[in-house]
């Protein structure tokens, strides 16, 4: 490892001990409400050291307000057909050159959230998916025919379609 | 070579396609393409947005700013942001554009935008100068560049084909409409172009040929594009002017 490497590395690990920036390395992390991650300060096991990431817990969430009125209609509109085949790979996202740029947009989650109705998450993310530029490299990558470009246009209008209970949040 | 500019003024077809029916049946196609596109959207359940933009920059409301009014925001104003926001958001590509991961995708779809909108203009200046389209000052210059425009029509709409038939599997996933839309644009800029230079070299034959292939694209083009992907794209391009209407109109940015 070279000097710069290593002074790279303390720094990292410096960032990783600064305040206010709770479970950094998990996957995803906007989609994790602070509140539900725990990082102890000081934690030992059977003689190792978890203290702060390496003792990182996240909590479970509950949700209580399912709906999948959104995810029948988008099953109905022009190219959203296929949203049922979707079984959460994640090619679509790590594909994806806007998610790249705007981690909000990531399809594979919007796919979730809608096929499972978790309306309050849908409330929280809806906005993002206009930003799809239908590039198509996802449909290319997706290894179960879900058509994930034509699901992002369904998503679009059915959003549009029930912006006033969306808009509730 | 010495161009017979002179045949740019009889045209062969004139006997199987008169001039001014071309005109009533482009207009006609025109007024059912809008038509089919309002009545397909508004079947989705959601707004015809190219509308709601008209009535956001028409119309004029007061709004409030951190519970202090503010002045209304005129129709200058909002226009101004449309505009701002057409330049940029559409012809400059830079939603589209900034985001394609590749530099040749972006080129295509703005020869693509670029060739048909300007294509638009000079076939509307066109009519507007001399419906029957009898000889002029400005005939031929119009003529000539509305050639040009075929051919950049053309050109973006081979790249965008060329660039999902390159590759395996974007071909695969490649849905029929995707093909069927981008093929049509293709054939519309290059029989158009073709015609136009077949007239120039006195190929009557190869003219009246691409000349019926061009008005059978564009006829095509006006009856599939509501059902098309294209609806969608006006669909969300308005919507995402609308949004941008209402945010930054608001205090006058």
Same mark, same amino acid.
């Given at each position: ?48 050291? /978890? ?42 996202? %790590? ?20 096929? /499972? ?22 449909? %290319? ?16 209008? %059915? ?11 | ?9 009889? #045209? ?61 925001? +005129? ?10 926001? #057409? ?20 080129? +295509? ?5 670029? +060739? ?92 009246? !040929?691409?000349?019926? !292939? ?22 969300? +391009? ?5 949004? #941008? ?9």
């Amino acid at each position: 490892m070279t000097g710069k490497e290593q002074e790279k590395g303390k720094k990292k690990d410096k960032e990783i001990q600064t305040e206010g920036e709770k479970g950094k390395f998990i996957i995803e992390r906007r989609y994790v409400d602070d509140s539900r991650i725990i990082e102890p300060e000081k934690l030992e096991l059977g003689g190792v050291d /978890m203290s702060g990431r390496w003792g990182t817990l996240v909590l479970p969430r509950t949700l209580e307000d399912f709906d999948t009125e959104i995810y029948e209609d988008v099953k109905d509109l022009p190219r959203g057909g296929n949203i049922g085949k979707c079984w959460q790979c994640g090619n679509c996202t %790590a594909v994806c050159p806007v998610a790249h740029e705007h981690p909000e947009f990531n399809p594979r989650y919007l796919i979730h959230i809608v096929k /499972m109705g978790y309306t309050s998450e849908i409330k929280r993310h809806h906005k993002a998916v206009y930003l799809c530029s239908g590039c198509g490299l996802c449909s %290319a990558a997706c290894p179960k025919g879900v058509d994930p470009q034509g699901v992002m246009i369904a998503m679009s209008i %059915a959003f549009k379609a029930h912006e006033g209970e969306l808009k509730e949040l | 070579m010495s161009v017979p500019l002179s045949a740019y003024y009889q #045209t062969p077809t004139a006997n199987i396609l008169p001039h001014e029916y071309l005109e009533i049946l482009v207009l006609f196609l025109l007024v059912f393409a809008v038509l089919a596109s309002y009545f397909r959207i508004r079947s989705w359940g959601v707004p015809f947005t190219p509308l709601s933009v008209l009535s956001t920059v028409m119309t004029s409301r007061d709004r409030e700013r951190e519970g202090e009014a503010i002045d209304d925001v +005129g129709l200058v104003t909002r226009a101004k942001v449309a505009t701002r926001s #057409t330049i940029h958001d559409i012809f400059l590509l830079r939603r589209a554009g900034a985001w394609c991961e590749e530099r040749i995708h972006t080129i +295509g779809r703005g020869l693509v935008l670029w +060739g048909f909108v300007l294509l638009s203009l000079v076939t509307l200046m066109g009519f507007l100068i001399d419906p029957a389209g009898t000889p002029n000052s400005l005939f031929l210059p119009l003529r000539l560049s509305g050639d040009i425009f075929q051919g950049i029509l053309a050109m973006g709409a081979c790249i965008l084909l060329l660039r999902r038939l390159s590759r395996q599997n974007l071909r695969i996933s490649t849905d029929i409409n995707t093909w069927a839309l981008q093929s049509v644009l293709f054939v519309m800029g290059v029989s158009g172009v073709i015609a136009d230079f077949s007239l120039l070299m006195n190929l009557v034959l190869q003219f009246q !040929v691409a000349y019926l !292939v061009n008005v059978a694209s564009i006829i095509i083009f006006f009856i599939y594009a509501p059902f098309s992907e294209l609806t969608f794209l006006i669909w969300k +391009g308005s919507l995402l002017m609308q949004e #941008t209407l209402s945010t930054n109109s608001a205090g006058g940015k």
